[in-house]
């Protein structure tokens, strides 16, 4: 335990291979009716969440010189992880896969290869959510798609054989319905989470609540941005948060 300042900066550390433009530029915007716009941006919603680190604590920045530089004031303490040697922010967590700490970090997904912590929760909240869709949508097609078979009499809807075409069918509708009620699950969870205002492993540890209380409407806000408006649904917008509270602990 050491001191710390009541100011503190919070920096958002990148890792500069994988920022690399073209992995995260959307599709191209071409004209088809019968293509939803979510399916066509699906896979930049998890270059969001794969590619960018966020809400990660700077690695090894408890050293002494740092401490002494920021003109502590008595009566404020801050917390060293052992771990990664990084002052440890409030509701911060050390994640030992990637081994760092990170701000309110919710769980280590192993899907998208990240934690979900503070500021790349409104990206997978909507990466789940649009996953679902698919997935749901991908059910609707295979539900008309079964209906013209029958009545073209599984001749005409397929260039596979009937008994290959109703494997194939029974295969998708499998998969889009496991995708769609495991995203389903991990889309209301997270909602849950943003409005109770505590993370997955707060849960978990059952750890005792010392932050403000605020409303469900505040709490989305304070990851979505504010105020509320339709880019909420984008994942190509960056949330505005407002002015972050400093990290400071008095005792």
Avoid at 58 to 74: C, D, H, M, V
Avoid at 125 to 139: E, K, Q, R
Wanted: include cysteine; aromatic fraction near 12%.
């Amino acid at each position: 335990m050491m001191i710390t300042p009541v100011h503190r900066f919070r920096d958002i550390e990148r890792k500069p291979e994988y920022l690399q433009p073209d992995k995260c530029v959307p599709p191209p915007r071409y004209s088809s009716s019968g293509t939803m716009w979510f399916i066509r941006d699906g896979c930049g919603i998890a270059c969001a969440v794969i590619t960018w680190l966020l809400g990660a604590v700077p690695k090894g920045n408890a050293t002494k010189e740092f401490i002494e530089s920021l003109q502590l004031k008595p009566g404020q303490v801050v917390y060293k992880c052992p771990k990664c040697c990084s002052i440890k922010p409030d509701r911060a967590h050390h994640c030992s896969v990637c081994k760092r700490c990170i701000r309110k970090m919710d769980h280590h997904c192993p899907w998208v290869n990240n934690c979900v912590g503070e500021n790349n929760q409104k990206y997978f909240v909507l990466f789940t959510m649009y996953i679902a869709l698919i997935s749901l949508h991908a059910l609707i097609m295979v539900g008309f798609h079964f209906l013209y078979c029958l009545e073209e009499d599984w001749t005409k809807c397929s260039s596979f054989s009937p008994p290959t075409t109703v494997i194939l069918l029974i295969l998708l509708c499998f998969e889009a319905l496991l995708f769609l009620i495991f995203t389903s699950v991990m889309f209301g969870t997270q909602v849950h989470s943003i409005c109770t205002d505590e993370t997955g492993i707060e849960q978990l540890k059952k750890e005792e609540r010392r932050w403000a209380k605020k409303t469900k409407w505040m709490n989305m806000k304070a990851v979505f941005g504010h105020p509320f408006s339709i880019v909420w649904l984008s994942p190509f917008a960056t949330p505005d948060q407002g002015k972050a509270d400093p990290y400071q602990y008095v005792v």
